[in-house]
C-alpha cells in the first residue's frame, strides 16, 4: 500500500510538472512600451515601441515562439519573457482568436519603487531602509482583456541589463464594467497576489478603495494589513472581506445598498514596501423605468373629438429614455401613434429620474376603428417597459350592440337627468304658488 501511494504521487507530481511547463497555454502579449522621451520640456513627450511579452508560470516553462527569430519591426530589447507564478496573465481573455481584428490592451512602463505617503500604507516603510531588493529594473505592466472581462496591473523586476521579467505583485478584476439594479449589494471584484520569495511580501500589505466621478473624488475604504487597522471614512455600508484579505488575496469591495450616488470609476489599489498596484472598475447603476399611464380607461369617445393621453416614467437611470406610442386594434394589428412631446428630466432627492409624455388622438384624422388598446413604450437602458390603456369609439360605421347599448345608456342618463330638473323647477314653482297665497290670507 505505501508504495502505491509513493507511485500515485509522483504520477500526480510528474503530471502536475508537465502541465505546468508545456500546458500553461499563456499568451504571447502584444504591448506598447511607453515612457517619456529625455527632456525637460512640459508636458513631457512620450515615445511607444512596439513590445512582446512571451508568458510562462514557471522558470522552467519554455515556449517555441522565445525561440524564433524576433517578429519585424520589433526591437530585440523590448522583447520580455515573463515569469508570473500568479497565472494572472495566463487569462483566456487575453488570447486574441486566430484571425481577429480586436486584440487585448497592454502597456508596460517603467517603474520607480517609492514610499508610499498615504496613512494607511507609511507603516510599510516606516524603517526608511531602502532594500537591496529595490536595486533591479522595474516595470509596470497594465493590460485589458477581450469584451472588458480583465482588468490586470502588474508590478515586474528584471535583474539589470536582462529580459527576464518576474511578477512581484499582481492586481487584478474579472470585470471592468459592472451593472447593478438599483437597492441591491453590489460586489466589486479585486483580487492580488505577491511573490511570497520576494523580502516586500514578509513587510506586509495595504488596501485602498477610492472612488472617482465628474473629476471629484472621494476614498471609499482603506486598511492596513500590517496594523490590522481600517482608515476612518465618512463612506457608509462599504465593506472589505478582512479574512479574505489575508487568506486568499480577496480585496473585492461590497456595496451594501447599491444607490445612484454609487455610479462612477472605483480605484482598487494594492500596496507592498515602496510598490504599488492598482486597477480601474467603473460602477453603473441601471434601473429601468416604472410607467403609468391616464386617463385609465379613456372615456368613452365619438368620431371627430380629441383626446389627450399622459404617460409617466419614474424612478429610473441613467436618464437615457425614449418614449413611443402604439395603438393595438381589436384585430391585434399594431400601428405606430406620432404627435407625442415630451416634458424635461426630473431629478428625484435619491438620484433617480422622471419624465412625462403625452399623446392627442384627434378621432376625425385617425382611423382607429371602433377603439382598442394605446399602449405607451419606454425605451431604457434597464429594459423595455410598456403599459396601456383602453380606448372605445361608438357611432363608427353603424353602431355595433355594444355602441347601441352605450347610446341607450346615454341617453337614459340624459332623460334622466331632464326629468329631474324638470322636478326640481316644479317642486321651486309649487313652493313659490303656496307662499303667495300664505301672504295673501
Not at 264 to 277: D, E, N, R, S, V
Amino acid at each position: 500500500m505505501a508504495n502505491s501511494s509513493t507511485l500515485y504521487t509522483l504520477a500526480l507530481l510528474a503530471a502536475n510538472y508537465i502541465l505546468q511547463v508545456y500546458g500553461t497555454n499563456c499568451p504571447v502579449v502584444e504591448c506598447w512600451f511607453v515612457q517619456e522621451k529625455p527632456g525637460h520640456g512640459f508636458p513631457a513627450a512620450m515615445s511607444q515601441d512596439k513590445s512582446l511579452m512571451y508568458v510562462r508560470i514557471s522558470p522552467d516553462s519554455t515556449r517555441a515562439e522565445s525561440q524564433q527569430k524576433p517578429p519585424v519591426g520589433i526591437d530585440p530589447s523590448r522583447i520580455y519573457h515573463v515569469t508570473d507564478p500568479s497565472g494572472s496573465l495566463c487569462s483566456p481573455s487575453l488570447h486574441s482568436p486566430e484571425g481577429s481584428v480586436k486584440k487585448p490592451q497592454c502597456e508596460i512602463n517603467p517603474f520607480l519603487p517609492h514610499p508610499s505617503l498615504v496613512n494607511w500604507a507609511a507603516p510599510l516603510t516606516r524603517s526608511g531602509l531602502s532594500p537591496v531588493y529595490l536595486e533591479a529594473d522595474w516595470f509596470s505592466a497594465s493590460l485589458k482583456g477581450l469584451d472588458e472581462q480583465l482588468v490586470l496591473s502588474s508590478v515586474i523586476r528584471a535583474a539589470k541589463t536582462t529580459n527576464e521579467l518576474n511578477v512581484i505583485l499582481a492586481v487584478y478584476s474579472t470585470s471592468a464594467l459592472v451593472r447593478s439594479r438599483l437597492g441591491v449589494p453590489v460586489v466589486l471584484n479585486c483580487w492580488f497576489w505577491k511573490e511570497s520569495s520576494s523580502p516586500l511580501s514578509e513587510l506586509g500589505f495595504a488596501v485602498e478603495w477610492r472612488y472617482q466621478f465628474r473629476g471629484e473624488g472621494r476614498l471609499v475604504v482603506a486598511y492596513d494589513a500590517k496594523n490590522d487597522r481600517l482608515a476612518e471614512t465618512s463612506e457608509k455600508g462599504a465593506e472589505l472581506d478582512i479574512s479574505g484579505l489575508h487568506q486568499t488575496g480577496n480585496a473585492s469591495l461590497l456595496l451594501e445598498d447599491a444607490q445612484v450616488r454609487h455610479t462612477g470609476t472605483y480605484i482598487c489599489t494594492i500596496y507592498l514596501p515602496y510598490l504599488l498596484a492598482q486597477v480601474t472598475i467603473d460602477l453603473e447603476i441601471v434601473e429601468p423605468p416604472s410607467l403609468s399611464i391616464s386617463p385609465s380607461p379613456l372615456p368613452i369617445s365619438f368620431p371627430g373629438q380629441t383626446i389627450t393621453v399622459q404617460c409617466e416614467a419614474s424612478g429610473f437611470s441613467p436618464l437615457s429614455l425614449e418614449f413611443r406610442w402604439e395603438f393595438v386594434g381589436a384585430d391585434g394589428a399594431v400601428q405606430p401613434l406620432v404627435n407625442g412631446g415630451m416634458s424635461g428630466h426630473r431629478q428625484a432627492v435619491d438620484g433617480t429620474f422622471s419624465q412625462s409624455s403625452w399623446l392627442t388622438l384627434d378621432l376625425g384624422k385617425l382611423d382607429l376603428g371602433r377603439g382598442g388598446e394605446v399602449t405607451c413604450v419606454a425605451v431604457h437602458p434597464g429594459g423595455t417597459r410598456r403599459t396601456s390603456t383602453t380606448l372605445s369609439i361608438i357611432g363608427v360605421s353603424g353602431p355595433t350592440i355594444e355602441d347601441s347599448m352605450a347610446m341607450v345608456a346615454v341617453a337614459l342618463g340624459l332623460y334622466g337627468l331632464i326629468k329631474l330638473c324638470s322636478w326640481m323647477f316644479t317642486r321651486a314653482g309649487s313652493i313659490d304658488s303656496d307662499s303667495e297665497e300664505k301672504k295673501e290670507k
